[in-house]
């Protein structure tokens, strides 16, 4: 049985995967959501700054807000990129990104509670931010063990 090091870094990056097949299904689901937020705030005329984060742009450097969605859009599209490879080609790296993806929204949530902004509502990412490190957590636990069989989900 491989470290659990061995299994978080693997020597070889290669594309067998040996977790759980559901944290595979799910690590591909979230990327999907990583692409669609990443273009959304990257093409979208508000960034998704006031109508999905609830962000008043009606003040003086709106625009500056705007424009730093669109960067974040475009950081988010290039991590997307690299889970579509390590989904295509690296699998064995799943148990890596996940770590990244528990990193990512502990990060946010961190931000928001040293540098909080008032907003208009609530946004949904507030809440989505406390489900994705449950998920993530728990996939990552999947992906990092073996099943008994290749039948086990």
Do not use: C
Not at 19 to 29: N, Q, R
Not at 71 to 80: F, P
Not at 143 to 150: N, R, T
Request: aromatic content about 10%; hydrophobic content about 55%; proline content about 4%.
């Amino acid at each position: 049985m491989s470290t659990l090091t061995s299994k978080i870094l693997p020597e070889k990056a290669e594309n067998d995967y040996k977790g759980y097949k559901v944290a595979e299904i799910i690590f591909l689901i979230l990327t999907i959501v990583t692409i669609i937020r990443s273009l959304i705030h990257f093409l979208a005329p508000d960034g998704g700054a006031g109508s999905i984060a609830t962000i008043d742009l009606g003040v003086e450097g709106a625009e500056i807000i705007i424009s730093i969605f669109a960067l974040w859009g475009s950081s988010q599209l290039l991590m997307a990129i690299i889970y579509l490879i390590v989904f295509f080609r690296y699998k064995n790296l799943i148990p890596l990104m996940y770590i990244l993806i528990i990193a990512e929204y502990i990060m946010r949530i961190i931000v928001g509670l040293i540098k909080p902004f008032e907003t208009t509502g609530i946004a949904p990412v507030a809440v989505w931010n406390y489900i994705a490190i449950s998920l993530a957590l728990m996939m990552f636990l999947l992906s990092i063990l073996e099943p008994d069989s290749k039948n086990q989900i």
